[in-house]
């Protein structure tokens, strides 16, 4: 049986723009509101470090709207978990050190975009106490709404894990074993953002044990692997998704820009055209994201996950991604829901069901997953 698991990465955009209502809590509240009419739990990947400088830059007097709003992601990640949903941590580092300017706005330190390679930078103790900073923000405001609340799980910030050896040490010193960062296929080599999951096992959605690499199993690792579903889009879909270009719809009033993710380079109309053909002509891995695929996309993601070998015990996990800043049209996932409960052999992951990202233990986890059955 596969089992499809809804997760969004909870943040605004990575250089500080955008207004946390419009582009977090309530694209958010629509999630949660579109999961539960199918029993379905949303899983958010909460950016701590953002939120912890919007309080602090609370308590230091600034009280712009935008930045008392923090006090809604409080009230609704605790209300998320009251109501089954889960919550785990996400980190872009970039907020490590961050200020508001009145003038300016938020003044981040670009230099720290990447997790991966963090500790030379700022020392391994500090990417530690960093780390363990965020854990301890979530444990402590959502053991309150439910006792059996426990941070386990991480995704890296725009996938930046790599180079990972430091960041899986600090991850499981703050009692983290599992992460969810890898996309099997995939690799983007910009200015900022850096990762490259081309090595990473292609089959394996059942996730594997890792050491000190998240692309390489480690049958005695001490941490886990649970990649995002991806796949390669036959090229009639990749040809109609560069000639439609269709779109990722923002929430109504959620302005913010990627400059500071993507920092584009300026290209005359022949590059662009040549780039154009690359992306359909290139086999590249695409990552089940509910936000930006098209129906005939989604069907096609939901067609490989079914046809995936479930050999064994436990079931195996489809983990899908998403952005509330970028979910403009909840109709996409309601789709995916009900577009998946016409499968036999697919089941989604619901609010009432203990939740795999809480694993209490590694062995736990392979039980859950099936791992252990599988990889004998």
């Known amino acids: 049986m596969k ?3 809804l997760t969004t990465d909870y943040e605004i955009f990575g250089n500080g723009s955008g207004c946390i209502e419009r582009c977090v809590t309530a694209p958010a509240a629509q999630m949660m509101k579109v999961a539960e009419r199918h029993g379905a739990r949303m899983t958010f990947f909460v950016d701590v470090l953002e939120f912890i ?8 007097g600034f009280c712009s709207a935008n930045i008392a709003a923090v006090a809604q992601v409080r009230e609704q990640l605790q209300e998320a978990v009251s109501r089954g949903h889960d919550v785990q941590l996400h980190l872009h580092p970039q907020w490590l050190d961050a200020a508001w300017c009145p003038e300016k706005g938020w003044q981040l330190n670009m230099a720290y975009w990447r997790i991966g390679g963090l500790d030379q930078k700022i ?3 500090r990417l530690a106490e960093m780390v363990q900073q965020a854990t301890d923000w979530l444990n402590g405001l959502l053991k309150t709404a439910d006792a059996g609340y426990a941070c386990r799980s991480f995704r890296a910030g725009a996938w930046c894990i790599q180079p990972e050896e430091a960041v899986l040490r600090a991850l499981r010193q703050a009692g983290i074993f599992l992460d969810t960062t890898v996309a099997p296929g995939s690799r983007t080599a910009g200015e900022l953002t850096f990762f490259d999951f081309t090595e990473a096992p292609a089959d394996q959605w059942r996730g594997w044990p890792v050491a000190d690499t998240v692309t390489r199993p480690e049958a005695e690792g001490a941490m886990y692997e649970l990649p995002i579903f991806t796949a390669i889009l036959p090229f ?4 109609l998704k560069k000639l439609s270009r269709h779109p990722v719809l923002a929430p109504q009033g959620c302005i913010g820009d990627f400059v500071g993710e993507r920092q584009p380079q300026k290209k005359g109309s022949v590059q662009r055209a040549v780039n154009m053909a690359l992306g359909v002509l290139q086999n590249k891995a695409t990552q089940f994201d509910f936000c930006s695929l098209s129906r005939a996309e989604t069907d096609f ?3 490989k996950a079914a046809a995936v070998r479930s050999a064994g015990s436990g079931i195996v996990p489809i983990v899908t991604i998403s952005h509330p800043k970028a979910f403009g049209n909840p109709e996409q996932l309601a789709y995916l829901l009900r577009a998946a409960e ?3 052999t697919i089941t989604l992951d619901r609010t009432d069901e203990p939740s795999l990202w809480r694993s209490a233990s590694l062995r736990e986890l392979h039980q859950n997953t099936g791992y252990a059955a599988a990889s004998h």
């Open 301 to 303: 993601m939901l067609a």
């Open 53 to 60: 400088a919007f309080e602090k830059a609370l308590e230091q």
């Open 236 to 239: 009639r879909l990749r040809a």
């Open 123 to 125: 020392g391994y103790t």
């Open 3 to 5: 089992k499809i698991y």
């Open 342 to 344: 016409t499968y036999d």
